[in-house]
């Protein structure tokens, strides 16, 4: 079964950015679609991206043209560009490719 590793975050001031990576064992394009999800204490977990296998992408409304996803085929590896992270953005990140399991996360502070 296919699994995936979230790495990257991290804690980031106001204004600050960070990549998170989402690295598969097996193909990323083996998937019709890929998501990062957040869940912040005491919230439902929130769909925040996706990239289909063609490349096209949708975004949660709270992120737009902060956030970009993008993927790297060779590596296997997708990628979530934050940018202008808001104290709002703070919570577990997941990496979820259809029809595979569930990643660990990786967390996300945005504080001062």
């Known amino acids: 079964q296919v699994q995936v590793v979230e790495s990257g975050g991290g804690l980031v001031q106001p204004g600050g950015s960070l990549r998170l990576s989402c690295a598969s064992s097996?193909?990323?394009?083996?998937?019709?679609?890929i998501d990062w999800y957040r869940q912040a204490p005491g919230k439902q977990r929130e769909l925040v991206a996706s990239?289909?296998?063609?490349?096209?992408?949708d975004y949660a409304d709270s992120v737009k043209a902060r956030f970009t996803i993008s993927r790297d085929n060779a590596k296997n590896t997708v990628y979530l560009q934050m940018n202008t992270l808001k104290p709002e953005d703070s919570a577990v990140y997941y990496c979820?490719?259809?029809?595979?399991?569930w990643g660990q996360g990786t967390q996300v502070t945005v504080s001062s």
């Open positions: 979820k490719p259809l029809g595979a399991s």
């Open positions: 097996g193909s990323i394009l083996s998937f019709g679609r």
């Open positions: 990239m289909r296998r063609s490349g096209s992408t």
